[in-house]
């Protein structure tokens, strides 16, 4: 099997996001064209980081115009630099 690793202090987010059909209150679709990408993802794979804030399978909230989009294995992913993550995504308890 194979499997990328990003090199340096680069992190691969997995891009995938459901294919359901999206449609507007009134019932117009919504082509992929017009959607709006995601800046949220999972995290797939981490690059030699010394001390990271993050692990896989974490969700994180990155850069709009960041990273290089690759396809592989029929998954849409973004290979981006640490330094562009913004925020780690974490589950809280509601007071």
């Not at 849409?76 to 007071?95: G, N, R, S």
Request: glycine share 6%.
């Amino acid at each position: 099997m194979k499997e990328l690793q990003p090199l340096h202090e680069n992190v691969i987010l997995d891009l995938s996001e459901e294919k359901a059909e999206q449609r507007t209150a009134s019932g117009l679709i919504i082509p992929d064209t017009a959607k709006e990408k995601p800046q949220i993802a999972k995290i797939l794979a981490i690059g030699t980081i010394e001390n990271p804030a993050i692990s896989v399978g974490d969700a994180v909230l990155f850069k709009k115009y960041s990273g290089t989009e690759i396809e592989y294995e029929g998954k849409k992913l973004l290979i981006i630099p640490y330094a562009d993550l913004l925020a780690k995504v974490v589950e809280t308890e509601q007071i």
